[in-house]
């Protein structure tokens, strides 16, 4: 909340005033396709900040509004939402999460000069070297390098399984991953990519038993990795699963249930942490929509 009140004050400060005084917040988001669980959460927690923010007087005396725009989880049609809620000319964007859309939409927001928020971690959005858009969450290079070291150091793996979604955000995190892997002087024993709303695994799953790994890192979105697990119980596979926020997140174990129950993660970002003002934000956020926040939420 206060990182997002002094970056609003800020933009505040160099735009013009309209004449209603509000300030238009648009919230690119994934709300209906394989991405729906994630955007909804980033919807409700920016409103839930903007909320707090116009009870208590706005911005400069200004209110700030949001609306909401689906992306439908498709990259193409995110660059066409993004293009639409410029012309109404914005002080600031939200989104998008996925970032394979990000990376597919930033430069409209940058060539527009609307500075754009998102809660997506790919590598491949920092490495482009665009100043106009922000992200509210480790980068993939900070959060693998820890990612690493906890499997390495606490977990003790030895034989570790990759299992990573091949777009933007699987991509990024496969590549830091590995180099960091490297770093310590192993590889992966098997390295598999599926696909964006994947529904069987069981390919992939026959590929990690054959391998012989002690750990698989799961590194798919959040619905894919409900599906990974359950069919790993079902299939029986003596291999530990391992995965930093999306594999344990509550938009994970909701359609995972108890095949989720045994997973380790590395987290940056989570309902369970006791610092007190994620606390607060938890439970305002449940009493709010009656749902336990995931890292999605904390970075709106």
């Known amino acids: 909340m206060q990182p997002l009140l002094a970056a609003l004050l800020t933009l505040m400060a160099v735009t013009p005033a309209s004449p209603q005084g509000v300030r238009k917040l648009p919230i690119v988001a994934e709300i209906t396709g394989g991405g729906a669980s994630v955007g909804a959460m980033w919807r409700d927690a920016v409103n839930l900040a903007v909320e707090d923010i116009n009870k208590k007087g706005g911005i400069l005396g200004m209110k700030l509004e949001t609306s909401v725009q689906d992306t439908q989880t498709d990259p193409p049609t995110s660059v066409a939402v993004m293009r639409r809620v410029l012309n109404d000319k914005p002080f600031a964007i939200f989104g998008t999460v996925y970032s394979s859309s990000t990376v597919a939409n930033m430069d409209i927001a940058r060539q527009a000069g609307v500075p754009q928020f998102t809660g997506s971690e790919s590598i491949i959005i920092t490495q482009k070297g665009n100043d106009n858009i922000f992200l ?5 290079d900070t959060g693998m390098a820890k990612q690493v070291r906890w499997m390495l150091d606490d977990l003790k793996a030895e034989k570790i399984a990759l299992i990573w979604v091949n777009n933007a955000f699987g991509k990024g995190g496969h590549d830091m991953f590995v180099q960091f892997l490297k770093e310590h002087g192993k590889v992966p024993v098997v390295d ?23 750990h698989v890192m799961v590194y798919n979105h959040e619905e894919e990795n409900a599906r990974f697990m359950i069919q790993l119980r079902k299939m029986g596979l003596a291999v530990e699963p391992v995965g930093e926020t999306t594999l344990c997140a509550q938009t994970t174990i909701t ?3 108890g095949a989720v129950n045994g997973a380790k993660c590395h987290v940056g970002l989570t309902a369970g942490s ?16 009656n749902r336990v926040p995931d890292h999605n939420a904390f970075k709106g």
């Open 136 to 140: 509210t969450s480790f980068t993939q």
């Open 192 to 214: 598999i990519s599926t696909e964006v709303q994947q529904a069987d695994f069981t390919p992939e799953l026959t590929k990690v038993r054959a391998s012989g790994a002690t």
């Open 255 to 257: 359609p995972g249930g």
């Open 274 to 289: 006791p610092v007190p003002l994620m606390v607060d934000m938890s439970r305002r956020f449940q009493e709010k929509y």
